[in-house]
């Protein structure tokens, strides 16, 4: 297993592509693995047979640990295998790889008791969820549901549970259009989440941790224990960015841009001015960046992933536009690279667009600091002649104390406060 990104511990091997006693080259993709950020192929290292695979589809195993073995056809490899065999078999690895392919939901509910035939059982009701509920479980072959390689991929990265779809395909397969069409209907639903599944009748239902949940937890829970943050709360006119993207999108298509790709520009913009914010805090020193690259917090299905745009102060803001809608669905596609979610010298998040006035968001160091966007609302607030409705913005900062005092803070916000009511400024 090989670190795929630069803070992979362990990977979920997702898929395999190539077969035992088929023949590889080096370079070439032997399976798909999910990591910490994305999922991402496995190359070849060697060029030779694919003489024994250790690990199942859906089976984890640490970085370091031996996953498959590529030798010569008639090599003797059965010391290796040895040698690999007490780690395979703790995590089930030592069985046949036909056995443990694709099991998607024996690890999530090994507790409970296995459902009985739906032969002899007459299928429950459908549930509310949006998921179609089949009245008749998809045929099978061997225990295991009959579904593509892509309907099995694309249905673990959008928490769909096979085995409650009804298959289209030949013989009750369950195929790409099955998928897309539940994925639809769940999208569909505003009261479901993307991955909560349907009642199963048990009392509850445990679901292993995805690569991307484990790191989300790992990373968070190092930065607000040893972390002293505090946190910094402004109120923003944004009536005069909502003029500037009124005039803008009369230019044409070309020229639309959102809110958020404006606050990006400016709190950008406002970095450069500002690098004892753009920093990194290293323990023993602290690292002030001369370049801003910053992070994106993007929601996906698994979790919060930072794809990052680099030097973003020196970009026009539609094409900071571009680059981050295309990274924001890459990111929920789970395709970014790795040096495309790396790298950044401060974050921005935005629930805005959810309805959340103000909430605080939790520091990724190294970064020193990260600024939290809630929604923009109609406010009356006083005037010369009485009274007047503004379109106000809150947001929040939190800062890293070991790095950033809270003057320094404040002195960042005022600059980011002339550059969002005076957005021209970011134009020329």
Not at 211 to 228: D, F, H, M, N, V
Not at 240 to 251: D, G, S, Y
Request: charged fraction near 25%; include cysteine; glycine fraction near 8%.
């Amino acid at each position: 297993m090989e670190a795929l990104s630069p803070t992979m511990e362990e990977g979920r091997l997702v898929k395999w592509l190539k077969n035992e006693g088929d023949a590889v080259k080096s370079g070439e993709p032997l399976a798909e693995v999910e990591t910490d950020k994305a999922i991402m192929e496995l190359v070849a290292r060697g060029d030779g047979v694919l003489r024994k695979r250790l690990v199942g589809e859906n089976e984890s195993r640490p970085v370091g640990q031996l996953v498959a073995v590529i030798a010569a056809p008639d090599e003797n490899i059965d010391a290796l295998i040895a040698e690999a065999a007490p780690a395979g078999a703790a995590a089930g690895g030592a069985k046949p790889a036909e056995q443990v392919a694709a099991k998607t939901h024996e690890s999530a509910a090994s507790a409970a008791p296995p459902p009985p035939p739906p032969a002899t059982t007459p299928a429950a009701p459908p549930a509310p969820a949006p998921q179609p509920v089949p009245q008749q479980a998809p045929s099978t072959n061997g225990g295991q549901v009959r579904s593509s390689p892509l309907a099995r991929r694309l249905a673990s990265e959008r928490g769909l549970d096979l085995s409650r779809l009804q298959g289209s395909g030949p013989g009750g397969r369950i195929i790409k259009r099955d998928i897309e069409s539940a994925a639809s209907a769940t999208a569909a639903a505003p009261a479901a989440r993307p991955t909560m599944r349907a009642p199963s009748g048990a009392d509850y239902e445990d679901v292993a941790l995805t690569q991307i949940r484990k790191t989300i937890a790992k990373r968070l829970s190092e930065s607000i224990g040893p972390i002293p943050t505090f946190y910094l709360t402004v109120d923003y006119d944004l009536s005069p960015v909502t003029e500037m993207r009124a005039a803008m999108a009369e230019l044409g298509d070309d020229f639309k841009v959102s809110v958020n790709d404006i606050l990006i520009k400016a709190v950008a913009t406002a970095l450069s001015d500002h690098p004892e914010v753009n920093a990194h805090w290293l323990g023993d020193r602290i690292r002030y960046y001369n370049r801003v690259h910053l992070g994106m917090a993007v929601a996906t299905n698994d979790g919060l992933i930072v794809p990052v745009i680099f030097d973003a102060d020196q970009k026009r803001m539609r094409d900071i536009s571009a680059e981050a809608k295309e990274l924001a669905k890459r990111a929920r596609e789970r395709k970014l690279k790795p040096e495309e979610y790396t790298g950044s010298t401060f974050s921005i998040s935005n629930l805005g667009m959810f309805g959340i006035d103000q909430f605080t968001a939790i520091i990724n160091p190294p970064e020193v600091g990260i600024l939290a966007v809630g929604t923009a609302a109609d406010v009356v607030v006083p005037a010369a002649d009485g009274f007047k409705v503004e379109k106000r913005l809150r947001v929040t900062m939190s800062c890293d104390h070991r790095a950033v005092d809270g003057a320094v803070g404040a002195e960042f916000l005022r600059t980011l406060r002339r550059l969002i009511e005076n957005p021209l400024m970011l134009v020329f």
